[in-house]
Every structure is written in structure tokens, then in C-alpha cells.
């Protein structure tokens, strides 16, 4: 991994002199208030982070590395993983040279498949992986060079170390989860002539009829990769990883974070969602119906999945490169008819409901990623987010080599209780 390697040290030496000269120029600049409704709604729109891997416009979307979802949609999740890193595409030689690093490092360690065999069969595959990572702790080359007492400059080349070792092992581990939560428990062995992505789709052991499924996956695990730095995952994975915590750890917390139903588990909450409007109105229901089940479940207090976000304000590009997918590979299906419909309808109803509150009626990339991974046979909504999971650790690993490369401080912003607050505003 030299050329990555290298790469990864040139950017951080680049950002680390634009850092210096920011705070040497501009250390008390304010850039912005913070307002009561900051502290108490989540701190959302609050801008009080650094994060240079990815970039969310609201309304042209994701960005990585300075391209936008159109731009990087076509590449491979090995070519996403190396431009998270260092901000550049990879050269053929470098790509090489990464590919046949993480097919090196692939193979789970052995202690990891009775601890998970052993769980309650209910457990949800999201438990699975965040067990299965963290269990992969005892390896960390970070832990063990720190514990012998490294400088703090290299500590960036440990986490790197660690995060190669972590995302080639990913295939092998979201597979297994796989077939031991929904089949018999019989692995499927890894294939070294496979890329990253085919070996996911290998190790799963879908009998799909569809040859495009490795090129579906391919894009998944690109367009899921980062989500800039605030979002519940990659925000509790910097936070954890900046207490020097590992890797593992890090990308651990991650994922407990990602389970939630307002976060990565909406996919498959949209798919239910589909299910549950097919269930009641059959199979091919028409606008006007959706119309009112919408409604009905606006109604009842509850939110439409797959659509709004704390960030966009716009349709999702990665919901817009999925539904070019499906147009180009898939059949429509009355699953991928009625994500259509919804997309005809609940924008038009989110703008007025509850008086225009929703700050963005669009849908996100939930919105359709639960079907089309149903398309291709994977049945099993609670495994949906695993996927996702997957993908988000490239950005995950990237963020934290970077900001381990920077020096970057524990995490640890300060609380203020009612009383402080009152007080301060003279309501006391
Ligand atoms: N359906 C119904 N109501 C919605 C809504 C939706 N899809 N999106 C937002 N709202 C409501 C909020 O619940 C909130 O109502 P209250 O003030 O009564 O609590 C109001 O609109 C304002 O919220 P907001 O500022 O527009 O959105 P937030 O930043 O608070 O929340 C999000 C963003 C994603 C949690 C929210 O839009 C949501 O719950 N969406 C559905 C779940 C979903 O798709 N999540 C996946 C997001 C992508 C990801 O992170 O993976």
C-alpha cells in the first residue's frame, strides 16, 4: 500500500499546512451564532466541524473529493475508498497495488464466527456486525503500537493500517452474518479472483438470475461510502475514535448509530412501508390511494421513510443514480412502480404538512436502495442496513486516518444545564 500510503501523507501534510495558517490568521473569527434552538434541536445546522473526505450540498448533494454523484457514480468501491483517502482518483498501479492489498487481508479472524454462531437467532445482523467488528479488536496494530509507546505523528499510519485490515475483512464478515442469521450457516469461501464488491455478492450465495446484481452492489457500496461529518455515524465514530479508541471501536459506534430507524435503518423501513401500502390496497394501487395512505399515516402521527433529511434540501442524487440503475437493469416490478408513485406524491403532500415544517419533502437515497436490493433477491429487510454499513466504513476509516494525520483533539464540546441557561439569559 505505499502508493495510497503515500498519497494519504501528502494530503495530510497539505491540510495540515491550511490548518496552521487558518488558526495562525483567524483562531477568534466568528463564523457563524449559536442560537437556543441549536442546543436544543440537535445541533442541527449548526456548522462546528472540519470534515474534508465529503461534503454535503443541500441542494446538489453529495460530493467526494470535489466530484458530485454523477461524476463518482460509475467507479468502483475500491477507487471510492482511495479518493475518500487522499482526494484524488487512483492511478492504475495504485488501484492494483490496493486491490491485491485488501485481497491479502481478507479472512476473518477465526475466533469471530462462534461468538456470532452463539447469539440469540433473533439477534438483527446490525447487532451481528457491530459485534463481529468490535470482536476484531484484539488485532488492532494501532492498540498494540500505542501501548509500546509510538510518537503521536504516526499515529495516522496504524489507523490506516487498521482500517485496511478492517474494510478487506468486510466482505467475508457481512456474507457470514448473512448465511448464519438466514440460512443453514455454511460459509462460501472467499474467490481471489474477485473484486471487493463481487466477493460480497459471491459470499452472500444469492441464486439470482440477474447477472447485474455485482454491478448493482458496486454502486451501492459507492453511493452509501460518506455522508460528511455530522450525521449520527461518522459523527460517533470521529468522536469515539478522537479519545484514540481504535478502529474497531470506532467503526463499532458507528454502526450502533446507523441501526436507527431515522438513519440508516430507514431503508428497510421503506420497503415495509411499500409492503404495508400493497398489503392494504393490493398490489398495483393507484396515486389516489397512495395519496390517502400517505396522508392516513401523516395522520397517525408518523413519518414517511425515505423522505426529508437534516441536510438536503432537494432530491437525494444517490436516490436520482438508483433510479436511473433500475431503469437501465431492472424490470419494474410493482415494488419499484410504487417507489415511483410515492415520489409523484408525497413531495407535493410534505410541502403543506403540518403547515410546511418539513424542511425537505424530497426523497433520500432510503427511498429506493430496500427495493432494488429486494430486486436482487435479498428478501431479508434487516439485513439491509448491514449493507450500508459496509459502505459507510470506507468513509468512516477515512475520516479517522485523516484526523489522526491532523492531531486532531478528543471531541468534547461543552453542556450547559436550564439553570446555566436561564441565568444567562436573564429568566432566572
Ligand atoms: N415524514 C413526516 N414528517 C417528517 C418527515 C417525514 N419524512 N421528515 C421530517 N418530518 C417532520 C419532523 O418529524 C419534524 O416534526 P416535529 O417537529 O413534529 O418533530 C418536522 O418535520 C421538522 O423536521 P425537519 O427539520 O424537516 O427534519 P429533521 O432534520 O428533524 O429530521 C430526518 C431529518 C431524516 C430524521 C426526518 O426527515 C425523518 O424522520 N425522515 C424519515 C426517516 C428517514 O428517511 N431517515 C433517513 C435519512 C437519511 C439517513 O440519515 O440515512
Known amino acids: 500500500m505505499k502508493k495510497l500510503k503515500e498519497n494519504v501523507r501528502l494530503r495530510i501534510e497539505t491540510q495540515g499546512r491550511e490548518i496552521a495558517r487558518i488558526l495562525e490568521n483567524y483562531s477568534d473569527t466568528e463564523i457563524g451564532k449559536v442560537t437556543v434552538k441549536h442546543l436544543m434541536g440537535g445541533m442541527r445546522g449548526l456548522q462546528a466541524m472540519v470534515c474534508n473526505t465529503s461534503y454535503v450540498d443541500p441542494q446538489k448533494g453529495l460530493f467526494v473529493g470535489g466530484f458530485d454523484v454523477p461524476a463518482f457514480s460509475g467507479k468502483t468501491p475500491e477507487e471510492i475508498l482511495y479518493l475518500l483517502c ?3 482518483f487512483p492511478k492504475k498501479d495504485a488501484l492494483t497495488e490496493l486491490r491485491d492489498e485488501l485481497a ?21 445482523p446490525m447487532t451481528m456486525l ?6 476484531m479488536d484484539s488485532q488492532s496494530v494501532f492498540k498494540q503500537k500505542y501501548s509500546e509507546g509510538i510518537p503521536k505523528k504516526e499515529h495516522w499510519e496504524y489507523t490506516l493500517e487498521d482500517s485496511l485490515n478492517l474494510i478487506a475483512k468486510l466482505p467475508e464478515l457481512a456474507a457470514g452474518i448473512y448465511r448464519i442469521r438466514f440460512f443453514d450457516g455454511e460459509l462460501i469461501s472467499y474467490a481471489p479472483s474477485l473484486d471487493w464488491a463481487e466477493n460480497l455478492v459471491h459470499m452472500l450465495g444469492i441464486e439470482t438470475a440477474d447477472s447485474s446484481f455485482a454491478d448493482f452492489m458496486r454502486l451501492y457500496l459507492v453511493l452509501h461510502c460518506d455522508h460528511e461529518g455530522g450525521n449520527v455515524s461518522a459523527f460517533t465514530a470521529r468522536v469515539v475514535n478522537s479519545a484514540l479508541s481504535n478502529i474497531y471501536y470506532a467503526a463499532s459506534a458507528g454502526l450502533n448509530g446507523l441501526a436507527g430507524p431515522l438513519h440508516g435503518l430507514a431503508n428497510q423501513e ?3 412501508f411499500i409492503q404495508r401500502i400493497h398489503d392494504q390496497l393490493g398490489k398495483s394501487p393507484g396515486k389516489e390511494e397512495i395519496r390517502s395512505y400517505v ?14 433529511h437534516a441536510v438536503l434540501r432537494a432530491t437525494d442524487p444517490r436516490f436520482t443514480a438508483f433510479l436511473k440503475f433500475s431503469g437501465k437493469y431492472c424490470d419494474t416490478t410493482p415494488y419499484l412502480q410504487t417507489v415511483k408513485d410515492l415520489y409523484a406524491v408525497v413531495p407535493g403532500l410534505l410541502k403543506t404538512y403540518k403547515g410546511g415544517k418539513v424542511a425537505n419533502p424530497y426523497p433520500n437515497v432510503d427511498a429506493i436502495s430496500g427495493t432494488l436490493l429486494h430486486y436482487y ?20 476509516c477515512a475520516q479517522n ?19 446555566w441557561l436561564l441565568d444567562f439569559l436573564g429568566k432566572a
Open 104 to 124: 491479502k487481508r481478507h479472512e476473518v479472524p477465526r475466533h469471530v464466527w462462534p461468538l456470532l454462531r452463539n447469539l440469540p437467532k433473533d439477534t438483527h
Open 130 to 135: 457491530s459485534m463481529g467488528i468490535l470482536a
Open 270 to 272: 421503506c420497503l415495509r
Open 295 to 308: 396522508l392516513k399515516t401523516l395522520d397517525s402521527g408518523n413519518v414517511i421513510p425515505g423522505y426529508g
Open 86 to 88: 487522499t482526494g484524488v
Open 401 to 419: 486516518t485523516i484526523a489522526r494525520g491532523l492531531n486532531q483533539p478528543i471531541i468534547r464540546p461543552k453542556s450547559v444545564t436550564n439553570k
Open 377 to 396: 433477491g435479498l428478501e431479508h429487510f434487516d439485513y439491509y442496513t448491514v449493507l450500508f454499513g459496509v459502505s459507510r466504513i470506507l468513509g468512516f
